[in-house]
């Protein structure tokens, strides 16, 4: 059977057209030259042709224990033969393969967001061995293999670069346009393209478990998932169908007419009703793919149209989470700022990771791996021995954790650092604070317009949630236009506020990007990712901005309510259309043939009614400002 079916996808085409072919002769030898026996043959291997391949697919459903649509022309169409009826067993059978060719033609545009980002993967690489160069099937690259890269070549995994510089293109990825300088010890992911430059890479991460590899495999995940309204499509279906053709059997108990209980099989036909909402799902989510917006399935589109609230973490997420040193207090002549780096740079954290940049810049050396063993204390920072003394790096939450009692002096440096509106990180060594380090970091674009769009469409409920302390979360939210904040607070107390929100009835949308978000992130009902956020965050949520851009909130918004409403449209079209193929059944103006074509043209209408959903067009990208945080004055104070 399973070869059989196989044949019969392979030849579809041949014999969609050789079925018309068939067809056609026979409706110009009945009505154009009157030879009717002629007529009848052609139809009849017309109706062997088409019909043989739905007849295959109805037993296989059988077998599944499902009565399909087939099924219900398989049976109308050997009606129609036993009572002679040949030219509509043929048009009944070509008309339902064809819409079928129609439907699969129409429906590849939908996937075309995954078919693009597929031939975007890289095919082959140049490994090196020894010294030589071979190249080698990417299948064929594993983890620790060293692999050159050239000028116009793309990077064909995720690792790290060991030798030589670049210009790199790391659009596909990040959705940045500029180009990124990479030397040795930094990252590079596959799918960007070298645009300048030579470099040797170690592989680190090969095929699926690339950064490239998941956002293709989130994609694929996320359009076999069904929404709430197709699973009940689905259920209705296998009700629908059996119900149809008993139906059908009534009809022909009570009035002996069997073309007229065949032409309700033909008529009542649930194919667009099946197919309307899976569509509108897959093309919604393929729009948003080919933007940067991956919507993990059909059931999150569902729950993203009815947001009415909105929570938001600060770092990474409103502002660019790259943030850079502004304000430098050291209180003793140590070299702590070295130690501080070591101990950041085993954290994932961007200010963490803007101390390790600032020490690598101000000393011309790169912090290579320590053994300080570092341990994290969740919303707080990290702790270590260091020669035996015991070490905390963090947020200002340190003081009260340690009973560390600032000097005056001290207390008037913190608050100066935040009334500037920069982030604080302290450091403290036997409870003594040694290094007062403050940071700023630029909002992203665009952030403060996407806020009001929201408060236009009706979302008014907008939160901003931060660990930072209240005079520097205030000076934020006022930039971005907003007025309810809650300040200093734990991953735990993040989460908790959303589900007191969830518990007063609220649709709560949660956006985040660090592993502190992922907790607030997996409770929302909603939770989105900023593309450039840690994996945990990308994992455990429902949409990921891949480029990290603002405006996509909005525009991912805009796409669930367009897909939930051209889904409610599909299934009125199909739903309206059996039922206007019934009354004029009832009124002797629909026939079986012209019955199974106006059922096929409501499965193309719902089909390009979807595809609207693909040429959705989004608020124009604001040009970025040139507000200059690249190389801010850094101040350096040695108390």
Not at 616 to 633: E, Q, T, V, W
């Amino acid at each position: 059977m399973v070869k059989i079916q196989k044949f019969f996808t392979q030849y579809w085409n041949q014999i969609t057209i050789l079925a018309g072919i068939l067809t056609g002769l026979g409706l110009i030898g009945q009505h154009a030259l009157k030879l009717l026996l002629f007529a009848n043959v052609v139809y009849g291997l017309a109706t062997i042709i088409a019909g043989v391949p739905i007849l295959f697919k109805a037993i296989s459903a059988l077998q599944a224990r499902v009565m399909s649509i087939e099924l219900l022309v398989s049976i109308a169409v050997v009606g129609a033969v036993l009572i002679g009826e040949f030219e509509e067993s043929a048009m009944v059978t070509f008309l339902f393969i064809f819409g079928n060719f129609l439907e699969q033609r129409t429906l590849q545009r939908t996937h075309k967001a995954i078919q693009n980002l597929t031939e975007m993967q890289p095919t082959q690489a140049t490994l090196l061995v020894d010294n030589q160069e071979q190249i080698v099937d990417i299948d064929d690259v594993d983890e620790g293999d060293q692999l050159i890269v050239r000028v116009g070549d793309q990077i064909p995994v995720d690792g790290i670069i060991i030798q030589g510089d670049a210009e790199i293109d790391e659009a596909l990825i990040t959705g940045e346009s500029k180009l990124a300088h990479k030397h040795a010890n930094d990252e590079a992911f596959m799918g960007s393209i070298v645009e300048n430059g030579q470099i040797i890479i170690e592989a680190q991460k090969v095929g699926e478990d690339t950064t490239f590899g998941k956002i293709v495999e989130l994609v694929e995940d996320a359009q076999d998932n069904q929404a709430p309204v197709s699973r009940f499509i689905d259920q209705f279906a296998k009700y629908y169908t059996p119900l149809v053709l008993v139906l059908a059997i009534a009809v022909f108990a009570w009035t002996q007419d069997v073309r007229l209980a065949i032409t309700i099989l033909v008529l009542a036909c649930p194919g667009a009703l099946v197919i309307g909402a899976p569509v509108s799902n897959v093309a919604g989510i393929g729009r948003g793919a080919k933007a940067g917006i991956l919507i993990k399935g059909g059931s999150v589109v569902d729950q993203l149209a009815k947001v009415d609230t909105i929570l938001f973490d600060k770092t990474g997420t409103v502002t660019e989470g790259h943030p850079t040193v502004k304000t430098l207090k050291q209180y003793e002549k140590a070299e702590w700022l070295k130690v501080a780096a070591e101990l950041e740079k085993q954290t994932n954290h961007p200010l963490a990771r803007s101390v390790v940049d600032y020490y690598e810049r101000q000393s011309e050396l790169t912090v290579n791996s320590t053994q300080i063993v570092p341990e994290t204390v969740k919303g707080i920072g990290v702790k270590a021995r260091y020669q035996g003394q015991l070490i905390w790096i963090g947020s200002r939450r340190i003081l009260s954790e340690t009973n560390v009692q600032l000097s005056m002096e001290q207390q008037k440096d913190l608050n100066e650092i935040e009334r500037d509106g920069q982030s604080v990180i302290l450091m403290t060594v036997n409870q003594k604070l040694v290094l007062m380090i403050g940071l700023i970091d630029q909002v992203r674009n665009g952030v403060k317009e996407t806020f009001e769009q929201l408060r236009q469409a009706g979302v008014n409920n907008l939160w901003m949630l931060t660990g930072d302390n209240h005079v520097i979360a205030n000076k934020v939210a006022e930039e971005i236009g907003i007025d309810q904040v809650q300040a200093e607070m734990l991953p735990e107390d993040k989460a908790a506020f959303l589900m007191k929100l969830q518990n007063e009835g609220h649709c709560v949308l949660f956006i985040g990007d660090g592993i502190n978000d992922s907790p607030s992130i997996a409770k929302a009902d909603v939770g989105i990712a900023m593309g450039s956020g840690t994996d945990v965050a990308i994992e455990t949520s429902d949409v990921v901005l891949i480029d990290s851009d603002f405006d996509n909130v909005w525009n991912a918004r805009q796409i669930a309510k367009a897909t939930v409403n051209n889904t409610i449209q599909n299934v009125t079209i199909a739903v309206g259309t059996v039922a206007l193929l019934m009354v004029g059944l009832m009124y002797g103006w629909v026939d079986m043939a012209s019955g199974m074509f106006f059922h096929e043209a409501s499965i193309l209408i719902v089909i390009f009614n979807a595809m609207r959903l693909l040429r959705m067009k989004f608020k124009n990208k604001r040009k970025l400002d040139n507000r200059a945080i690249d190389n801010p004055s850094i101040k350096i104070d040695q108390a």
